[in-house]
T-cell receptor, first 111, second 115 residues
Framework: GEDVEQSLFLSVREGDSSVINCTYT??????LYWYKQEPGAGLQLLTY?????DMKQDQRLTVLLNKKDKHLSLRIADTQTGDSAIYFC???????????FGSGTRLSIRP | EAGVTQFPSHSVIEKGQTVTLRCDPI?????LYWYRRVMGKEIKFLLH????????ESGMPNNRFLAERTGGTYSTLKVQPAELEDSGVYFC?????????????FGPGTRLTVT
């Protein structure tokens, strides 16, 4: 079946880089996503990567995809307090209808 | 442009009661989705509407859950009777198209607590 796994918590110092890792099982995934949920807010699509890409960079965000190992990571450079949120890894799965999410990684920033 | 809105933001009910959640998609979006996050676990797909028709309801947990989208605009999700394990955050999303090229825009969610 389709499954997405990620660690539950990550704590980093302000100004350091954050790396959130994720593994997935569905080799037919077309898109892989990172969503951000801030307190009291909905899910915001942060970035995505097409399955035939290895890397995507967007300002402070870098997404790395290892399709062979079914491993996806999100690196946030120069982590700021505003980056505190839950980050969900997700994949498009085999259906265009639904997105398969992980359990979310809560990123906390310490001074 | 208004985003996806959900009502209420939080609902607390007793086991055995009925609750109806509402979702208003972005205007013009024919596709509407319901998802649920239970107990800090993964967000799980419940179902997908295209206009007023159920395209995929493979994620609906059981027949205590009823989703409707009469008229193809807003949608409701009714839980009757509610059980303790139904507690969680219910998210609604909408998109312009069905294919993977269309982003799903999510609402803020409704937090349901069943006591």
């Amino acid at each position: 079946g389709e499954d997405v796994e990620q660690s539950l918590f990550l704590s980093v110092r302000e100004g350091d880089s954050s790396v959130i890792n994720c593994t997935y099982t569905d080799s037919s995934s077309t898109y892989l996503y990172w969503y951000k949920q801030e307190p009291g807010a909905g899910l915001q699509l942060l970035t995505y990567i097409f399955s035939n890409m290895d890397m995507k960079q967007d300002q402070r965000l870098t997404v790395l995809l290892n399709k062979k190992d079914k491993h996806l990571s999100l690196r946030i450079a120069d982590t700021q307090t505003g980056d505190s949120a839950i980050y969900f890894c997700a994949e498009s799965g085999s259906s265009a209808s639904k997105i398969i999410f992980g359990s979310g990684t809560r990123l906390s920033i310490r001074p | 442009e208004a985003g996806v809105t959900q009502f209420p933001s939080h609902s607390v009910i007793e086991k055995g009661q009925t609750v109806t959640l509402r979702c208003d998609p972005i205007s013009g979006h024919d596709n509407l989705y319901w998802y649920r996050r239970v107990m800090g676990k993964e967000i799980k797909f419940l179902l997908h509407f295209v206009k007023e028709s159920k395209q995929d309801e493979s994620g609906m947990p059981n027949n205590r859950f009823l989703a409707e989208r009469t008229g193809g605009t807003y949608s409701t999700l009714k839980v009757q009777p509610a059980e303790l394990e139904d507690s969680g955050v219910y998210f609604c999303a909408s998109s312009q198209g069905t294919s993977l090229n269309y982003e799903q825009y999510f609402g803020p969610g409704t937090r349901l607590t069943v006591t």
